[in-house]
């Protein structure tokens, strides 16, 4: 197939464009590059030995996008793009609904005019919310607390509304745990910029001497050492995933909803441990107050993917850090290294 993927230069963007190609799809990436760097997709293109076509197109203008649709022959949509700070968009509501409701409206609108309507899109577990159930699954009720939580629950909405109208479209909703690690190659990973937001490539860059220490974010939850729990997957068992939920949705019409997860929680001094190992230092850090708004506890039940996909995560732990860590230390400054 020819899919077109958006924000394909970013992170979880850019292992799924390589798996693709892997698998013998030709690819076309759309990304205004607002967080990422072109040097992703060529070295994706090294790897592979073939490249995917890339447009530099903001989803937010139509008319581009609609030019793009008519000058390449798509099969299939994979939607990254979007803004993904939660805290920026505590402070900018209205630029984070902008860019990722707005953007994905007009990403849907020329997808109907160009008869494109076979789409997988990246939600996220924090569509639940504070939900304390564990494990998460599909059908809890949606409650996310944060404006960027609340872009993923309206774009989930408004494809299930899209869906339900019109039978022609294929739809898959993933819901992504806590994506870590980097392709086992080293040479594509994260690379955020400023200070990141989550616990891998905070670690990541103290361990690499960037930054002086980890503050943990609360010892006082009620888990077994103290510390949050979370279901970290590797972003290469995520890009496989992705691949699964194309080739079902190419046959199955409606709207679907998998959560991609391992099912498995560790809590931040598990991962302290392992990247530690992975270093072969220990990585300096100190107790510090809860972050508002944290859950003590967030895994996935992932059986829906395993019944419907045959997919799940198999990556460990360790697998995770060791390749974040081989990605960190050969890309100390990331793609400007
Ligand atoms: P990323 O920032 O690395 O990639 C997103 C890409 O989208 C970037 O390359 C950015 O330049 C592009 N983009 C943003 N707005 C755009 C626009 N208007 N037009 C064109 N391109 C635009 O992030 P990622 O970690 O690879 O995440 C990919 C998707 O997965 C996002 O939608 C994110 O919300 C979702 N997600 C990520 C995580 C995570 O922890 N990384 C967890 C759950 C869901
Ligand atoms: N943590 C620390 N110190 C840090 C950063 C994080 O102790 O410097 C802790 C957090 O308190 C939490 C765990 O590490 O217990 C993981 O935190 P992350 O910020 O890496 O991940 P979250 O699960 O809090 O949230 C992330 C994204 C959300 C997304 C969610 C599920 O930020 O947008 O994963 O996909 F919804």
Known sequence: MRIL???GSGYIGSHTVLALLEAGHDVVVIDNLANSNQESLRRVGEIAGRSAEFLQVDLLDETALDNAFSSQNVDAVIHFAGLKAVGESVEKPLYYYHNNVGGTLNLLRCMERHDVRTLV?????????????????????????NPYGRTKEQIEDILS???AADERWNIALLRYFNPVGAHESGRIGEDPTGTPNNLLPFVAQVAVG????????????????????RDYIHVVDLAAGHLAALDYVHSHSGVHRWNLGTGKGSSVLEVL??????????VPYEFGPRRPGDAAVSYADPSAALADLGWSAHK???????DHWRWQKENPLGYSS
Request: contains cysteine.
């Open 5 to 7: 993927v958006t924000g």
């Open 121 to 145: 899109f990246s939600s996220s577990a924090t569509v639940y919310g504070a939900s304390e159930e564990v494990p998460l699954v599909e059908k809890l009720p949606l409650d996310a607390v």
């Open 161 to 163: 509304d899209v869906g």
């Open 210 to 229: 960037r930054r002086e220490k980890v503050m943990v974010f609360g010892n006082d939850y009620p888990t077994p050492d103290g510390t949050g729990i």
């Open 273 to 282: 441990a392992a990247f530690s190992a992975a270093a072969g230092h220990e």
């Open 316 to 322: 460990t732990l360790q697998q995770m850090c060791d």
